[in-house]
């Protein structure tokens, strides 16, 4: 039943825990120049914001799981959970991952949700836990999931599941791995140019547990050059409000900057770094065109002062 799947997330905490102070300790006792590494301000950032990420989330659910739950009473369709339909449903899920993930890239008020994830410089297993607390956006690309007949329940694990998988692949510890492995799933070298600033690397590696759906769909670039974290324009704070909430502030002022509803829609709905085009300059006015032969105006003699 899928009520008796297990929680994953809550389950592998003490392995989140242990792989970041092996991390931790890998750098004190092997320090890399060339790696991001570890900044005490920056790792505790990423951490409250995985904690409040529980919170929200939490609190987001209960909207979700309604709108989930009437659908899946409306559908007549039924997926039961057994052992060969689970990784159905995780194949199922992991593709729909990947266009939430890219879009959540292209669309800005969807990046204003994802951006904290990349608001970090460093790339390491503390920068996995830098989450969101505004997933209410995600929640929709997995509506073809209910419809289809898939337990809420079940979406929710091949979620946690999708979300567990990609921990370790949060760091630079890591090199390349096997060629077929680096085929056929996300891997540290693929998920670094996904965090990677460099254009060429922008929007790259949407993969959650498989890389094949970027290679499918022509979003796929490997790592060829030492990746630089971060944002395009980073934002300098490690204030977790701040954070959390500074693409959608950065919305609000544009919205209130732009003029008409083609330039408002295009805020919210274009891409990140979409702007409208500079309006022309007007030209200077124009004094009124005298008819030809006219010289300068004087004035009627019969009007002076006498």
């Known amino acids: 039943m899928p009520s008796s799947l297990p929680d994953v997330v809550l389950w592998s905490i003490p392995a989140f825990v242990l792989l970041t102070v092996v991390e931790m300790v890998s750098y004190r006792l092997h320090p890399d120049e060339d790696a991001a590494g570890y900044e005490t301000r920056d790792a505790a950032t990423s951490i409250t914001m ?117 921990f370790w692949i949060h760091t630079e510890r890591v090199g390349t791995l096997s060629r077929p492995v680096e085929f056929v799933l996300n891997t540290p070298s693929h998920h670094r140019v996904h965090h990677a600033s460099q254009g060429g690397y922008l929007d790259r590696n949407f993969g959650g547990i498989l890389i094949v759906w970027d290679r499918l769909f022509g979003s796929f670039v490997p790592e060829t050059a030492p990746c630089v974290y971060g944002l395009t324009k980073n934002i300098d704070t490690f204030n977790p409000l701040c954070v959390a909430t500074h693409e959608y502030a950065a919305i609000a002022r544009d919205l209130r900057a732009s003029h008409g509803w083609r330039e408002r829609a295009g805020r919210l709905f274009r891409g990140p770094g979409w702007s409208p085009e500079p309006r022309p300059a007007q030209p200077p006015a124009q004094p009124p065109a005298q008819p030809e032969g006219a010289g300068p105006r004087r004035a009627d003699p019969s009007l002076r002062l006498r």
Request: proline residues 7%; aromatic residues 18%.
């Open 50 to 166: 995985g904690l409040g990420s529980l919170v929200f989330d939490a609190l987001w659910k209960i909207p979700i799981v309604a709108v989930y739950a009437a659908l899946y009473e409306l559908t007549p369709l039924r997926v039961p959970v057994l052992w060969w339909t689970l990784p159905l449903m995780l194949l199922a899920q992991d593709f729909c991952y990947y266009w939430s993930h890219r879009g959540h890239h292209v669309v800005r008020i969807l990046w204003a949700c994802h951006v904290v994830h990349h608001s970090s410089r460093k790339f390491n297993f503390t920068t996995a836990l830098r989450q969101p607390w505004t997933t209410w956006t995600v929640w929709p690309f997995y509506l073809p999931m209910i419809a289809l007949g898939v337990h809420p329940a079940a979406v929710a694990f091949c979620s946690s599941a999708n979300l567990v998988y990609q």
